[in-house]
Each structure stands twice: as C-alpha cells, then as structure tokens.
C-alpha cells in the first residue's frame, strides 16, 4: 500500500519552478500565452492554501526577489513578460532597441514567433531569447560568465602553472608554488568582482529591452493593451 507522500515548501517550490520549466520548453504549441495574469496567480495560490494578503505582498515586493529567481554564481536568468504581442514582422524592434541601450546583440536568428541571438552590454555577456505568442510577448536573457572567466580566472590558471613551473625549475619549488598560487588567487579575485557587476549589467539589459519594446510596441504593432477600453 502506497503512502500519502508529503512536500516541503521548500521541495514544492522546486517542483513548481521545474514544472514550469519544463512546460517553457514546450511552449511552441499555438496555444501557449507567456506569462500568467494576477487574477491567474492570485487563484493558483489560494488552490494552494496561501491568502490573498501573502500573494499581495509577494507580488508587491516582486522586483526585489525577481532577479533571483534563476540566480547562481556562473549563470544567472532574468525574465519578463509584456502584455502586448510584438508580431514577427516586427522583430527588427528587438535590434534596434538593444542597440540604443548601448548593447551589442550578434547572430540574431529568427524561428517563427521567437528571434534569438547573443548580446552584450559592457562587461555583461549572454544570450536573448523574445518570444511572442497569444497577446503577449515574452523576453529572456541569460548571463553567462564566459567573458569574466576569460579575461580573469583563466589567465591566473595558465600564467600560474606556467610560471610556477618555470620557478620551480630554476629557482626552487616554493618560490614556484607562491607565485602560482599568487595568480590564482588573483584572478579568482577578480572573477568575482567583475562576474557580479556583469550579471546586474545583463538584468540592466532585460529591463531596458521591456521598457523600450512597450515604448515602441504600440506605435509599429497592434496588442491587446491598447484596445481595452480605459
């Protein structure tokens, strides 16, 4: 006999957040729309035991929380939904917008309703993904830490073992062991002053891409928003 199994809160966030994950990754289906609106989030929380009051307030405070809800050290995903749709005859919008920012975006590749393509805002350096479907459109930039690791960690790595070994070999093992260490540890320094500063600058750049899509949107493409009654 089978029992009743039981979550943590914490487990059925997980669950939650990997649940959605996985329908994201299914989302080329016609009649997936991004996003949830509030009267959605607010009846999913109370099908799950929380009031009205709670989910409030975490929607209120939802921009101090919002950047860390894919957050890591190496990587880190920031996501935002706007609720009007921008039509693919439209995406030229996403590159001019981004270049206005003082963004660089490279390789942008459109499949159907979603134009993809690396970007780059100063240190900042990852991958954008605008996807629009059903009314609303949906936008995701990924941080990576490839730059920082390059121009940082890795130099220490092979300077550090390069240089202590030739140390090692004509001065003497400890003299070798410090100094490689001695970049090493630079470079890990540094990787973790810069790495931070680049994820803020690609959030910078998620929220600059949304503010400037709703700018232009309503004048180059019709939504839903605009034609609600005031």
């Not at 921009?63 to 050290?73: L, M, N, T």
Request: aromatic content about 6%; overall charge negative.
């Amino acid at each position: 006999m089978s029992e009743r199994e039981i979550f943590s809160e914490q487990e059925a966030t997980e669950i939650l957040r990997a649940a959605v994950e996985l329908q994201e990754r299914i989302r080329s289906g016609a009649d997936y729309t991004p996003g949830l609106t509030r009267e959605e989030l607010v009846r999913m929380a109370t099908e799950m035991g929380l009031s009205e009051d709670a989910i409030g307030q975490a929607i209120a405070t939802r921009g101090q929380i919002q950047p860390q809800d894919k957050a890591g050290f190496w990587t880190q995903q920031f996501s935002r939904v706007i609720d009007r749709e921008l039509k693919p005859e439209d995406f030229d919008i996403v590159g001019t917008t981004v270049a206005q920012t003082g963004s660089n975006v490279t390789g942008l590749k459109q499949l159907g309703r979603t134009i993809s393509g690396m970007a780059s805002r100063g240190i900042g350096y990852g991958y954008i993904e605008v996807t629009s479907r059903n009314g609303r459109t949906r936008i995701e930039v990924k941080s990576s830490s490839f730059v920082c690791f390059m121009t940082t960690l890795y130099p220490g790595l092979i300077f550090g073992f390069v240089g202590g070994l030739i140390l090692s070999l004509t001065v003497n093992p400890i003299a070798g062991g410090l100094f490689g260490a001695a970049l090493v540890g630079l470079g890990a320094l540094g990787l973790n002053l810069l790495l931070p500063r680049a994820h803020r600058r690609m959030k910078e750049l998620a929220d600059e891409l949304k503010r400037r899509i709703e700018e232009e949107l309503p004048a180059s493409a019709d939504s839903p928003s605009s034609s609600r009654p005031e």
